[in-house]
């Protein structure tokens, strides 16, 4: 039975290098840790969600009317599950198991599409019946990213088509992205938590046809989205933000690729071609070795939690090359035959 509500949270601990939680930044950039500041005066009205709406909209280049903002992707998925009346979903997997955890609680019958690792997990059919289809794009954990046409295709009349991009602002450049471009039954869910180091504050929004959009704020709490939720939304979305994340998203594609060097050279199998700010690797006695590595210091995030991997897989959050240099340093000692 594989535990959906596990999450690397769980994987870390007093004095661990934490490689297990894929937030990016240790603490908000001070020019965000201002704002909310500033906007902490004002928590005795209830929040007001329109500005952050306005600016997600002139983000992407949507109208109001095509944004819903929420606390969180995970409440988005919470929302899909409950608002949408999908009668038989399909889930693409190995993926963030929240979704499906979602429309679980919400008693809708869920397949699972199993993409398989020696095809690089790339992206296959669904079945022909499902009138929901949910993706990550890159997906967590395989950090694999989907080509945009390909996502297209799963669209067809009668059938919603959800896309988590929760890390797509982590890949240079936002290829592939569909969060611009309105299509009739495609949803799209994204994050700001990863990039901006504010998991704890819950930000998000998702994008779509204003039909759906309106069905998932027919079933949106009042005031979910807080004050200083809001204030971190518009203040991600301006364009000095944007071009702050693609910034960073280009020096993470860099530690990246040291880290995927250093694994392969250590023979560590990484199928696909990893393009999110985490690597998901295949280790020999995987389930001992991350237990090895955390009584040295490291916290990994355990893969078998994920619909299709076994104890054997293991995903690791990139971090900056000094830190990923120590990892390897180490790893390198608790792999090598003596």
């Not at 429309?103 to 397949?111: G, H």
């Not at 993706?135 to 009349?157: E, F, I, K």
């Not at 893969?303 to 900056?320: E, M, Y």
Request: charged share 25%; net charge negative.
């Amino acid at each position: 039975m594989v535990d959906l509500w596990h999450h690397g949270d769980r994987e870390v601990g007093p004095g661990l290098v934490d490689l297990a939680v894929n937030v990016r930044l240790a603490e908000p950039p001070g020019w965000l840790i201002a704002e909310l500041s500033a906007a902490l005066p004002r928590l005795a009205a209830y929040p007001d969600a329109t500005e952050a709406t306005e600016a997600v909209a002139a983000r992407h280049g949507r109208s109001r009317d095509e944004v819903l903002v929420t606390s969180g992707a995970a409440e988005a998925f919470t929302l899909v599950a409950r608002g949408l009346g999908a009668r038989r979903a399909s889930v693409v997997h190995p993926q963030f198991t929240e979704p499906e955890a979602a429309l679980l609680a919400a008693e809708v019958p869920v397949s699972r599409v199993l993409l398989r690792p020696e095809n690089g997990f790339v992206l296959g059919p669904v079945p022909e019946d499902a009138d929901l289809v949910v993706v990550g794009n890159p997906t967590n954990p395989t950090s694999v990213l989907h080509p945009a046409g390909s996502l297209r295709a799963l669209c067809r009349p009668g059938r919603v088509v959800v896309v988590d991009e929760a890390f797509l602002d982590s890949v240079p450049g936002e290829p592939e992205s569909l969060a611009g471009s309105p299509v009739p039954g495609l949803l799209v869910i994204r994050s700001l938590t990863k990039t901006w180091g504010i998991a704890g504050l819950r930000a998000g929004y998702v994008l779509g046809p204003p039909e759906l959009i309106e069905r998932l704020r027919a079933v949106q709490p009042p005031w979910s989205v807080s004050a200083p939720a809001a204030v971190a939304v518009v203040a991600c979305c301006r364009p000095a933000a944007v071009k702050e994340a693609d910034e960073l998203a280009v020096a993470s594609e860099a530690d990246r690729e040291f880290l995927l060097a250093g694994l392969r050279e250590l023979g560590v199998a990484v199928h696909g071609v990893p393009r999110a700010p985490f690597v998901l690797g295949e280790f020999r006695d995987g389930a001992r070795l991350r237990e090895r590595l955390r009584d040295r210091g490291y916290a990994v995030r355990r893969a078998d939690t994920f619909p299709g991997l076994g104890p054997d897989w293991l995903r690791v959050a990139v971090r900056s090359r000094p830190v990923m240099a120590e990892f390897l340093t180490t790893l390198k000692e608790l792999t090598t035959p003596r």
